[in-house]
C-alpha cells in the first residue's frame, strides 16, 4: 500500500476520560486526559471495550514485572474504530474495527497505540467478542498448540477453569484440538460453568484432593496435559496426576503460592514441565505473539471457539470492576465498557 496521511487533529479536538493510578496501592480515578498528536506508525484507537486481568491489578499494586511511572492508565487489551492513522500507517485505516495490545493505557475512551499491535475484527465478530480474545485466547493458543501440542483425544486437565484464561483453554482444547477436558474449579458452580462449556467432567478441589478425585476420572495411567493457573498444592496434585511422558505448563499463580518442582516426578515418568508467559513473546518472538492473536480471530470467525464475558462494568465502575476479579467472584472474561 502506498503511504497514507494520518488525518490531523482527528480526536484532539475533545479531551477524553480514561481510568488513572495517581498512587499506588489506591483507587482510580477518573480524569480528563487531552490527547496527543500520533505518530507516523502509530494509530489512534476509539476504545469501545477494555479487558481487565489480574495483572492490572498487581500492576497498580506495584507488583507486576513491569512497573510503568505515576500517573498512569491501567489496560493491557481492547477493541474499538480506528480514529485516525499516521503517515506511515499501512495495516489499518480509519473505521476499522480493531482489538489491540497495549503497555497498561488501555482503559480509556481513546487509545494510540504502534500499527503492528492492533489486528482487524472480521465482519461477523463483535467488539465485545473480540475484547476477549488477546490476552485469554492468545494465552490458551500457545498453551495449548506451542507449548503443550496437545493432540485429539488426549486428556487435559485446566485449572482455575472457570476464570477466563481457564475457559479460553477449554475452549480451544475441546473445540479445535478435539481433547477431553477435566476442569478443575473452587466450587460446584465454577465446575458447572466449565461443563457447560465444553469440558467433560468438573473437579471442585476445595472440597478434598485433587489428584485423588482425577484418579477416579482417569484411573492411573493420568492425564496427558495438565494447564495449572493456581501454583501451590494445586500445582503439585496437577504434577502427579500426569501420565507417562505427560506435559505441565504453568500460566499464573492465582493461588498466591509458587511450588518447587519436585524432579524427581520429573524423571519417573518422563514428564516435561514449562512455563507460559504470552505477553514476553510480544518482545521476544513478536512473529509468534501475531500468529496467536489472528488465529484466535480466525478461530472465532469460523465459529470454533466461543468467548465468554462474565461481567461488563461502565468506566466509571472500575474500581468495583478490579474488586471483582481480585475476588474471583467472576466467571469469565470481566470487560469495561467505554460506550
Known sequence: MGRRTGQAGQGQSRHYRAAVC???????????????????????????????????????????????????????????????????????????????????????????????????????????????????????????????????????????AAGATGLAVIDVATN??????????????????????????????????????VKKLVGSSGVNVAIDMVGGDVFLDSLRSLAWEGRIVVLGFAGGNIASVPSNLLLLKNISAMGLYWGRYQHQDFAVFSKSMSTALQYCQQGLIHPHTGAVFKLEKVNDAFLHVMQRKSTGKVLLSLK
Open 176 to 213: 479445535v484440538f478435539c481433547a477431553k477436558v477435566i476442569a478443575a474449579a473452587g466450587s460446584d458452580e465454577k465446575c458447572k460453568l466449565a461443563m457447560q462449556r465444553g469440558a467433560q467432567s468438573g473437579v471442585n478441589y476445595s472440597q478434598g484432593s485433587l489428584k485423588d478425585a
Open 22 to 160: 495517581t498512587e499506588l496501592k489506591q483507587p482510580l480515578t477518573i480524569q480528563e486526559v487531552a490527547p496527543r498528536p500520533i505518530g507516523p506508525q502509530e494509530v489512534r484507537v476509539d476504545v469501545h471495550f477494555c479487558g481487565i486481568n489480574f495483572a492490572d491489578n498487581l500492576v497498580c499494586r506495584g507488583q507486576y514485572q513491569e512497573k510503568p511511572p505515576l500517573p498512569f492508565t491501567p489496560g493491557m487489551e481492547f477493541s474499538g474504530v480506528v480514529l485516525e492513522a499516521g503517515a506511515d500507517v499501512s495495516t489499518v485505516k480509519k473505521g476499522d474495527r480493531v482489538i489491540g495490545v497495549s503497555n497498561f493505557h488501555s482503559m480509556a475512551e481513546q487509545c494510540i497505540t504502534d500499527q503492528k499491535t492492533l489486528w482487524r475484527i472480521p465482519e461477523n465478530v463483535s467488539l465485545q467478542d473480540a475484547a476477549v480474545l488477546p490476552v485469554s485466547y492468545g494465552t490458551a493458543i500457545l498453551a495449548v498448540d506451542h507449548r503443550a501440542r496437545i493432540q485429539p483425544g488426549e486428556t487435559v486437565l485446566v485449572t482455575a
